[in-house]
């Protein structure tokens, strides 16, 4: 089936420091991206939608310019947190949505200090 | 996508069957519903999805109700490691390029 590969699994980094996550799909091409973000005991929320080649496509109430997304190539998204600060601390999710169905990365936990 | 509504909770024995329920009165023709799983600090797991008739594969069964409107995930022989947060959601198979829209889910504990 296909895999989506999202990197680190887990990070910590200080306060003001911008930290880049990866979403690669591996046995597929992902024109389309989604990045997600969960806080604790809460359910997942949609932050962007990442198209290859093209801006991506921001909630409403997630700073574009704090949450930079590029999806350079068919296999690759990444989601970069700049400036963070101790309210981004959160667990982030991408999923793609190749043919066979969605599928999802296994989550990047962001702690930041 | 229509909207969907779940139990918040449920509790099962390991070794019985788990049946989480799913509302989704507003469904119309075109929608698919699906069953998702969040095992703690992991990404999403497909599980099943339907449209009308009831679907069975190696991880569960899905029973949907003749009008549609409500739906039943059943894991045969719950073990520990199904405990976890199920997401029911529906939408049109066709709207690929749009994201799946998580609501609150239920959170099942299997006990020994």
């Known amino acids: 089936g296909a895999v989506v590969s999202q990197h680190p699994s887990r990070v910590i980094c200080k306060s003001g420091t911008s930290v880049k996550i990866e979403c690669r799909s591996l046995d597929f091409q992902a024109t389309t991206m989604f990045w997600y973000r969960q806080f604790p005991k809460q359910s997942l929320m949609l932050m962007a939608t990442?198209?290859?080649?093209?801006?991506?496509?921001?909630e409403q109430g997630v700073e574009k310019d704090k949450f930079l997304i590029n999806h350079a190539s068919l296999t690759l998204s990444t989601l970069t947190v700049t400036s963070a600060h101790p309210e981004d601390s959160s667990f982030y999710i991408c999923?793609?949505?190749?043919?066979?169905?969605?599928?999802f990365g296994s989550g990047t936990r962001l702690t930041v200090v | 996508d229509a909207k969907t509504t779940q139990p918040p909770s449920m509790d099962c024995a390991e070794g019985r069957a788990a049946n989480l329920p799913c509302n989704h009165s507003?469904?119309?023709?075109?929608?698919?519903v699906y069953w998702y799983r969040q095992i703690h600090s992991q990404g999403p797991q497909y599980i099943i999805h339907g449209l009308k008739n009831n679907e069975t594969n190696e991880m569960a069964s899905l029973i949907i109700t003749e009008d549609r409107k409500s739906s039943t995930l059943i894991l045969p022989h719950a073990t520990l490691r199904d405990t976890a947060v199920y997401y029911c959601i529906v939408r049109v198979v066709s709207n690929s390029g749009y994201a799946l829209n998580f609501g609150k889910g239920t959170s099942l504990l299997v006990t020994p």
């Open positions: 999923s793609a949505d190749p043919p066979n169905g969605y599928t």
């Open positions: 990442s198209n290859e080649g093209s801006k991506a496509t921001y």
């Open positions: 507003t469904i119309s023709g075109n929608e698919y």
